[in-house]
């Protein structure tokens, strides 16, 4: 006799939750209202064996509001003396318009990637515990670098850019010093 079972769903979100390895959407909202879905990876194979969020802890979570990222601070215990990096990449947007002596107007989307390394002293190991702070970050490129970055149908256009940049999207990483790719991710919202 065949029979199936279903594993209860709570268990199997517990066994999610306790693996070494695990994606975590999670729903945030920026300054208009919009809810991105924002997504958080955690692979403690790419840390000291025996790291573990400290009790009350867990990975980063980051907001946008207007043109600033900002991402939480977290404690991780079980990393003996062994320090992290933390970076913050943000891609920004905006819509250049490109006129023609004509009066011909054509518009041009744009993207500025900034790379925001966090001060050394975000982190600090303390009782083979990393601390880490809250990071945020708002680098916003010129006027002038997205019109650089504009494309008109050729150099007797003027550009100007239209409006004020978003965040378009953004990559948070914790990454341990002798490891090669991050233990934490957080990257949203890809708009």
């Not at 209860?8 to 879905?37: I, M, R, W, Y």
């Not at 400290?54 to 991402?71: D, E, H, K, N, Y």
């Not at 009066?103 to 009782?127: C, F, H, W, Y």
């Amino acid at each position: 006799m065949n029979t199936k079972r279903l594993i209860p769903l709570a268990v199997l979100a517990l066994a999610v939750a306790c693996s070494e390895s695990a994606s975590n959407p999670q729903e945030n909202s920026v300054s208009d209202g919009f809810k991105p879905q924002f997504l958080t990876t955690v692979n403690l194979e790419n840390a000291p064996e025996g790291a573990h969020f400290r009790q009350g802890f867990g990975a980063p979570v980051c907001t946008i509001s207007g043109l600033t990222v900002s991402c939480t601070g977290t404690q991780i215990g079980g990393v003996g003396n062994t320090d992290a990096d933390v970076s913050l990449t943000i891609t920004y947007a905006a819509t250049v318009q490109c006129r023609n002596h004509g009066g011909q107007i054509v518009e041009v989307k744009t993207q500025s990637t900034t790379v925001a390394p966090a001060p050394d002293e975000l982190t600090e190991v303390r009782n083979g515990t990393l601390i880490v702070g809250a990071f945020s970050a708002s680098t916003v490129p010129t006027d002038e670098t997205f019109e650089a970055l504009a494309t008109c149908p050729n150099g007797n256009w003027t550009k100007e850019v239209l409006g004020e940049p978003i965040v378009s999207s953004f990559t948070y990483t914790l990454t341990f010093e002798g490891f090669t790719e991050p233990a934490i991710i957080v990257t949203g919202p890809d708009v």
